[in-house]
């Protein structure tokens, strides 16, 4: 059974920074491309960042780049979203779900973890 744990959101300042990990288990990370997408009250998920299966290669929505960095630990089986600078339009609640390999933009069905809350406050 796959299971996907997100951890180390919060309540920060506008301008702050949080590190976003999430621990993956009942898969091997290193076969597939993770992402960090975000859902804030009364709006749809939205995709923030992807990373491929060896993080070579990341993908970021145009809100986030510049600010956040997404990274992996294969050895660890973790998946990590640094975010800086951050804007109270940042708060949602934030999850890591296995991408599409082509695009490292689309999250695959069947997956879901509990999500972090973050909240910046402005």
């Known amino acids: 059974q796959v299971q996907l744990v997100e951890s180390g959101g919060g309540l920060v300042q506008a301008g702050g920074s949080l590190r976003l990990s999430c621990a993956a288990s009942?898969?091997?990370?290193?076969?597939?491309?993770m992402g960090w997408f975000r859902q804030a009250p009364g709006k749809e998920r939205e995709f923030v960042a992807g990373?491929?299966?060896?993080?070579?290669?990341?993908s970021y929505a145009d809100s986030v780049k510049g600010r956040f960095t997404i990274s992996r630990d294969n050895a660890k089986s973790t998946v990590y979203l640094q975010m800086n600078s951050l804007k109270a339009e940042d708060t949602a609640v934030y999850y890591c779900l296995p991408v599409t390999a082509l695009t490292l933009r689309s999250a695959l069905s069947g997956y879901r973890g509990q999500g972090t809350q973050v909240t910046v406050s402005s």
């Open positions: 009942g898969l091997t990370l290193s076969s597939i491309a």
């Open positions: 990373i491929s299966r060896s993080g070579g290669s990341t």
